[in-house]
């Protein structure tokens, strides 16, 4: 069955850094798309971050400060996150598609496109 569970979240000052992890189990990560997205209170679920068809997508506002990456080997997606701000405060989840698709690279941030989420870990940026 297939499973996502993230770790590594938690309270943080403004300017600091946090790294999450995803650890997948069910299925290999290897040709599968994978995302992070983050979702704060009253607002909509937005993309963050994804790894697709060997390159990397990010969204305007963690440009430069973010960082995915993923280990096959551990079946393990990361997302580094530095310079960090009180607007980056949210639930942060993890996600894959279910393998063997490429999409337009304007797809590969959009949420309608993962199939398998974990459960997501909080993130507070604040002094």
């Known amino acids: 069955q297939e499973q996502l569970v993230e770790s590594g979240g938690g309270l943080v000052e403004p300017g600091g850094s946090l790294r999450l992890s995803c650890v997948v189990s069910g299925f290999t990560l290897k040709s599968h798309s994978t995302g992070w997205f983050r979702q704060a209170p009253g607002k909509e679920r937005e993309g963050v971050a994804s790894i697709g068809k060997g390159r990397t997508f990010y969204a305007e506002s963690v440009m430069g400060r973010f960082t995915i990456s993923r280990d096959n080997a551990k079946n393990t997606i990361y997302l580094q996150m530095d310079r960090l701000e009180p607007e980056d405060s949210a639930i942060y989840f993890c996600?894959?598609?279910?393998?063997?698709?490429?999409?337009?690279?304007?797809?590969?941030?959009?949420?309608?496109?993962?199939?398998?989420w974990g459960q997501g870990t909080q993130v507070t940026v604040s002094s």
């Open positions: 996600a894959t598609d279910r393998g063997q698709a490429v999409y337009t690279d304007d797809l590969y941030l959009r949420a309608w496109v993962y199939s398998f």
